[in-house]
């Protein structure tokens, strides 16, 4: 399935969903490249191993390198909900950023509509960001990336308003297990991975402002 709204570049580094999956998820990166070219040519080289079904450019232009229905190489170890194999279960999004800039306007404009699409297309039941699967080992989309923007759009999940008391890590820990956080990991790598989603500039010890946050919305 392609969008009739990308230019199609097509990447070799794809292949079937498996066990008859469909993706239910969408997952954002940034590329941590100079240009989205670049990106775009590295994911669609062999030897790199690697792919996304959406590379997205600064200015809006999108390509898309692998179809909807194929399974993408973008995101590795990692799990979900108690689930693995997230690439067979999900939809992967390129964002050309460094990690260490803004998102500009054109580029979030474009990547709301495309989400939209996708979700027209399928039972897409989250948006989640590579460091939510892959706690410990990836940050993107990084602390820069407008979270709140996409909640306002119903994109994605908004941040909690819970309770005000102070949590033990094994509170927090389960809080942040039914929001989806189920990757194997360390208290503090755990704490840093909410943090990126819903406290980016949060910093020191875990508080109580960390247990309100994973708050059903």
């Keep these: 399935m392609r969008d009739a709204n990308a230019v199609w570049h097509p990447s070799p580094n794809a292949g079937a969903r498996r066990a008859g999956l469909t993706p239910h998820l969408i997952v954002l990166h940034y590329t ?3 240009s989205a070219e670049r990106a775009r040519d590295w994911l669609c080289n062999p030897e790199a191993q690697v792919s996304a079904h959406y590379v997205l450019a600064r200015d809006g232009t999108l390509w898309q390198l692998v179809d909807e229905t ?4 973008h995101a590795g170890a990692g799990e979900w909900r108690g689930q693995d194999d997230i690439n067979s279960r999900s939809i992967g999004i390129e964002i050309a950023n460094t990690g260490a800039e803004p998102f500009p306007e054109p580029q979030m404009a474009a990547l709301e509509a495309l989400m939209g699409r996708i979700k027209a297309r399928w039972d897409i ?3 989640i960001g590579h460091s939510d699967m892959a706690i410990g080992r990836k940050i ?7 979270w709140a923007r996409l909640a306002r759009q119903g994109l994605a999940h908004g941040v909690g308003q819970g309770p005000t008391q102070n949590p033990t890590p094994a509170q927090f820990r389960a809080a942040a297990k039914a929001r989806g956080y189920s990757c194997d990991a360390s208290d503090d790598a ?7 989603r819903f406290r980016p500039w949060a910093r020191g010890s875990l508080c109580a402002a960390d247990m309100a946050v994973l708050a059903e919305v």
């Design 125 to 127: 039941t989250e948006t």
């Design 32 to 34: 941590a490249m100079a």
């Design 140 to 146: 993107d989309p990084g602390p820069r990336f407008d």
């Design 70 to 73: 194929e399974r993408a190489w």
């Design 190 to 196: 755990l704490l840093h991975a909410v943090r990126m």
